[in-house]
């Protein structure tokens, strides 16, 4: 029997729970909305569904990018600042106040918003 024989395959347990609050949130051209924060709990991975908590209600998304100290990720966990960028997040959803084109994101309001995995 060789070294390699005796390796286990053993499964990782069910991931935990990941939760994102968000500082800011902030439009990028070309990439969509960046919500910025701190995760709290798990981890975070390109594809993931999740849920935002916003003061209008809560919004099924897909995780479509994620950046960590600027760089691109597939993956925050626990303890990271990161950047989020969400997709299938209805138009209008998030808070406006007025600006010069009409509306600004009034990323006050987000702060302290959740986005968590989905059930």
């Known amino acids: 029997m060789g070294i390699f024989s005796r390796r286990t395959s053993a499964s990782p347990g069910p ?3 990941f939760e994102l609050v968000v500082d ?3 439009a990028v051209p070309t990439r969509g909305h960046a919500f910025t924060g ?3 709990s798990g981890r ?3 594809g993931q569904a999740a849920v935002l ?3 209008s209600g809560e919004h099924a998304v897909t995780v479509t990018r994620i950046d960590v100290r ?3 990720a597939d993956a925050a966990e626990a303890g990271a600042e990161a950047a989020v960028y969400l997709g299938g ?3 209008g959803a ?3 106040v007025p600006g010069g084109d009409g509306s600004l994101l009034d990323a006050e309001s987000v702060r302290g918003c959740r986005l968590v995995s989905a059930s």
Request: hydrophobic share 45%; proline share 12%.
């Open 89 to 91: 997040l209805a138009r």
């Open 38 to 40: 701190t995760v709290t």
């Open 15 to 17: 991931a935990e729970p």
């Open 94 to 96: 998030l808070p406006v």
């Open 24 to 26: 800011t949130v902030f």
């Open 53 to 55: 908590h916003l003061p």
């Open 44 to 46: 975070v991975r390109v």
């Open 70 to 72: 600027r760089r691109k």
